[in-house]
Structures are given as C-alpha cells and as structure tokens.
C-alpha cells in the first residue's frame, strides 16, 4: 500500500470522529471523494428520486467522475484534514 493510500485510509478514519457534523453538501463531498478515490469512476443506473439520499450520493459521485483516483485521494485527505481544524 503506499503512502497515499494509507493516508488515505488514516483521513477516512478521522471523518467519522470529526467535532462536529459536517453540513449535508460537504457531507456528500466527502462521500463522492472517497468512492472516487476507493473504486473509481461511478457504476450502476441512478437510483430513483424516490430514494432521495441514494440519488443524492450517486449525482455527488457522478459530479467527480473523470476525477482520477489519486487526485480524489488528496482531495479527500484534504477537505478531511480542513474540517478537524
């Protein structure tokens, strides 16, 4: 594993005891990152509007699709890293 990811995977580990909750976009901004950085570009069909919260997971990841994987890694070390400051 290098270095990266392992920061990577350290950052993941602090979002979850950040001080205090981030707000629902940055929250999503964070999800978006991490599937970007974990699995690549986005999979699958959009879920149903009715199924509000995974349809707004899935357009969040799909606004960082061609994000390459790495530059979605430090981007999510560091908006993880701006929010326990």
Known sequence: MSD????FQKAAVEAKSLPSKPDTDTLLKLYALYKQGSAGD???DRPSAMDFVAAAKYDA???VEGT??????????G????LKA
């Open 61 to 63: 990841w799909k606004n």
């Open 79 to 82: 908006l993880v890293e701006s």
């Open 68 to 77: 390459d994987p790495e530059a979605a890694m430090q981007q999510y070390i």
């Open 4 to 7: 990266l990811q392992q920061t």
């Open 42 to 44: 986005v999979t699958g």
